[in-house]
């Protein structure tokens, strides 16, 4: 069984299953009958989203239909893409999205600082992210500027990092942004030029530096692969001296910037990804 226990507007509504859970749904008049009620055609449930934190519940009063399902149809595209998402993100989503359309209408425009950075860091995030504005001018008839599509990235890839961390999501973002963004300086002093941000060993190699900058940021530690790291990486030191100094140095960039200390092994798989990177070049 489930109720609808309260109305958000006619299109939006908290509900409960008889296990007691809560969750928000979304339907074309799904709000609109007198509150509490037994829901009983559950066909009307067009998109339901489990697990908000209960602290933002009261963030939905706020929000207009439009940008629910804006931002509800948003992070249906992210999810068919990335995968599950954390939960909160149609609601901060929402909020930041009724936010901009407040500034566009009232003629304050903000750029966002980061964009090219996020836009070579997490281009697939990005791509939904210029959707995005699609979706939003479809559902509350207005463009958001094309900085907006960054902004959205970054709320998707938060959470992804929180869906996967627990917690920090956006912090991480724009920490991984800057620190990633510092590393690709460093290779490409070493390549002598701007790198080629289409092919495919850069995608690979941001990936890589993607998932280092993750581990080094948080607390948890990968398992250990049980290789000689640390005869591996003489070998690459012998064989291909120019991917080994771009390695070390940006093993000391992290060590001096964040007191990092990176393992043999972490090091091997980035030398690995340095030297597959440069040699395409």
């Given at each position: 069984?489930?109720?609808?226990?309260?109305?958000?507007?006619?299109?939006?509504?908290?509900?409960?299953?008889?296990?007691?859970?809560?969750?928000?749904?979304?339907?074309?008049?799904?709000?609109?009958?007198?509150?509490?009620?037994?829901?009983?055609?559950?066909?009307?449930?067009?998109?339901?989203?489990?697990?908000?934190?209960?602290?933002?519940?009261?963030?939905?009063?706020?929000?207009?239909?439009?940008?629910?399902?804006?931002?509800?149809?948003?992070?249906?595209?992210?999810?068919?893409?990335?995968?599950?998402?954390?939960?909160?993100?149609?609601?901060?989503?929402?909020?930041?999205?009724?936010?901009?359309?407040?500034?566009?209408?009232?003629?304050?425009?903000?750029?966002?600082?980061?964009?090219?950075?996020?836009?070579?860091?997490?281009?697939?995030?990005?791509?939904?992210?210029?959707?995005?504005?699609?979706?939003?001018?479809?559902?509350?008839?207005?463009?958001?500027?094309?900085?907006?599509?960054?902004?959205i990235a970054v709320h998707i890839v938060s959470a992804e990092m929180d869906q996967a961390s627990?917690?920090?999501?956006?912090?991480?973002?724009?920490?991984?942004?800057?620190?990633?963004?510092?590393?690709?300086?460093?290779?490409?002093?070493?390549?002598?030029?701007?790198?080629?941000?289409?092919?495919?060993?850069?995608?690979?190699?941001?990936?890589?530096?993607?998932?280092?900058?993750?581990?080094?940021?948080?607390?948890?530690?990968?398992?250990?692969?049980?290789?000689?790291?640390?005869?591996?990486?003489?070998?690459?030191?012998?064989?291909?001296?120019?991917?080994?100094?771009?390695?070390?140095?940006i093993v000391e960039h992290l060590r001096k910037r964040s007191s990092w200390e990176c393992t043999?092994?972490?090091?091997?798989?980035?030398?690995?990804?340095?030297?597959?990177?440069?040699?395409?070049?």
């Amino acid at each position: 069984f489930m109720f609808i226990v309260s109305k958000i507007n006619n299109n939006v509504a908290i509900a409960l299953y008889d296990s007691g859970r809560k969750l928000v749904v979304f339907g074309r008049g799904i709000g609109f009958p007198k509150t509490p009620y037994e829901l009983k055609d559950s066909t009307q449930i067009e998109r339901a989203f489990y697990g908000i934190d209960k602290s933002l519940l009261p963030m939905l009063v706020s929000l207009s239909d439009k940008v629910l399902e804006a931002s509800a149809e948003i992070i249906e595209l992210a999810g068919d893409r990335f995968g599950e998402l954390n939960p909160n993100l149609v609601l901060t989503l929402a909020d930041h999205l009724q936010f901009a359309i407040s500034r566009e209408e009232g003629g304050i425009h903000l750029e966002n600082p980061l964009s090219t950075q996020i836009g070579i860091v997490y281009p697939r995030e990005v791509e939904v992210g210029w959707k995005g504005l699609d979706v939003c001018e479809r559902c509350c008839g207005i463009r958001l500027p094309d900085s907006e599509a960054y902004t959205i990235a970054v709320h998707i890839v938060s959470a992804e990092m929180d869906q996967a961390s627990g917690a920090g999501g956006m912090h991480l973002v724009m920490e991984s942004t800057e620190l990633i963004e510092e590393i690709v300086s460093i290779v490409e002093s070493f390549a002598g030029g701007v790198l080629d941000h289409k092919c495919y060993a850069y995608t690979r190699f941001i990936t890589h530096l993607r998932y280092l900058v993750s581990v080094l940021l948080g607390d948890a530690e990968p398992p250990e692969g049980g290789i000689d790291a640390d005869g591996m990486l003489d070998m690459i030191r012998k064989a291909y001296p120019a991917a080994y100094a771009c390695t070390e140095r940006i093993v000391e960039h992290l060590r001096k910037r964040s007191s990092w200390e990176c393992t043999s092994e972490r090091r091997l798989y980035l030398a690995m990804h340095v030297n597959q990177f440069l040699k395409a070049q």
